[in-house]
């Protein structure tokens, strides 16, 4: 990707890396990733942050394409984990002059990211201001636990600007850097969701702090270290409104349980919905809805599973362990803000069994409320065994009475 005007002295020359599936080990990133970072030049030129160190050939270029880097006098950087810091060192043989500008915890992480003791840092507290020359001056603006403890924004007033790092950014790669340019908006879309729950979902009190200092500098453009560009009467107002909702504790008139299962012959299938019908014998008032994981959308799931009342998860054994979507789903619960929530597990199995102790353990280790020992049957269920499910709905539903 070649560097980008997105204002006057103002130019993306990130990278992008399409080809990306798996970030931070946790994530999976089926559009790829762009790793952005913006130049601005004035009297003074400021780079924010860096890419990918594996990324520096193409960052280089784009950066030089527009200056000299040995005219680069700051680099800020909003925050430090390596997908941002990871060209540092490099970048410091091509421009060894410039002044790193972060937070204070930033400026701790920074020495120990790139173990140099000499680097020319300097902290910046909450308000403090870079004056670029020509009109153009930088505010700073923490935002601690977006998502790091570092983590900041940088505001460009003159040009309405906001910086924000991976706030409000996603890991989806096109070449056109802007929102009003994405080709396929609905998988943008979705992107913007799976980001949020892996990297901002456990930080919801903080998105509401972060938004509501966005929301004093009205910007027209906020510039997110992954993903487009977004504007002010395109998606901007939209993204901000999805981080709202998901962040603002739900008020719901009733409970929601969600059961999520797979099953490969339909078996913990109907052990789902007796449990279900058992439920909503108990508690009519609460919404149960009975989710095949292998048939919803996985950042859906994530998310129901993250902000629901209750929940139950079956899955059935398949050579002595629970199945790998079922895994994938425990293993994307908010261990943070989940902690004392209702859950079990249940499934049907052939052999051994060995798949609803796991994920009964699985769920008991991240400190959830688990009702019993889970609820299994070996093959088809029975009607006395389907009864048997029913009444486990019933008793977990009495539970949560109490
Ligand atoms: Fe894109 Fe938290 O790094």
Redesign the pocket.
């Known amino acids: 990707m070649a560097a980008i005007k997105i204002k006057d002295g103002v130019y993306s020359v990130g990278a992008l890396n399409p080809n990306m599936r798996i970030f931070d080990v946790i994530m999976r990133t089926d559009y790829g990733t762009s790793y952005n970072s913006f130049l601005i030049k004035s009297e003074k030129t400021a780079l924010l942050e860096t890419v990918h160190e594996r990324f520096f050939g193409e960052y280089i270029e784009n950066i030089s394409s527009i200056t000299d880097p040995t005219k680069i006098d700051y680099l800020i950087m909003n ?1 430090n ?1 390596p ?2 810091s990871g060209s540092l060192r490099k970048l410091l043989e091509k421009a060894p002059q410039l002044q790193v500008i972060t937070t204070q915890a930033g400026a701790l992480y920074l020495k120990n990211i790139t173990n140099l003791p000499d680097l020319n840092i300097k902290a910046v507290r909450d308000g403090d201001t870079l004056d670029l020359g020509g009109g153009k001056t930088l505010k700073f603006i923490t935002a601690p636990f977006l ?2 403890p570092d983590s900041m924004f940088t505001w460009l007033e003159s040009d309405k600007i906001a910086f924000t ?2 706030f409000l950014g996603a890991h989806y790669c096109e070449p056109r850097m802007f929102d009003s340019l994405v080709s396929y908006p609905d998988s943008y879309r979705d992107c913007v969701l799976g980001y949020y729950n892996a ?1 901002f979902g456990p930080f919801k009190p903080y998105v509401l702090k972060g938004l509501t200092k966005l929301d004093a500098l009205d910007a027209e453009f906020v510039c997110p ?2 993903g487009p560009v977004l504007t002010k009467g395109v998606m901007l107002e939209e993204v901000k409104k999805d981080y709202l909702d998901w962040s603002t504790p739900a008020t719901r008139e009733h409970k929601y349980i969600p059961i999520f299962y797979c099953s490969a012959y339909g078996n913990t299938g109907r052990l789902a919905r007796a449990m279900a019908d058992g439920i909503s014998e108990t508690l009519p008032d609460a919404k149960v809805e009975v989710l095949d994981i292998n048939a919803n959308q996985f950042t859906a799931l994530q998310a129901k599973v993250n902000s629901c009342d209750a929940f139950l998860v079956g899955t059935p054994t398949i050579n002595r362990d629970a199945v790998a979507p079922v895994w994938q789903l425990v293993t994307a619960i908010d261990a943070i803000n989940t902690k004392g929530r209702k859950c079990a597990a249940f499934g049907s199995f052939g052999w051994s069994g060995e798949g609803v102790p796991m994920i009964t353990e699985r769920l008991r280790s991240l400190k959830l409320d688990v009702f019993a020992d889970g609820y299994t049957c070996r093959f088809v269920p029975s009607d006395d065994e389907l009864s048997g499910a029913r009444d486990y709905g019933k008793r977990f539903a009495e539970a949560m009475k109490g």
């Open positions: 925050h984990e997908d941002h998502h790091w790092c991976d990297i270290s992954h």
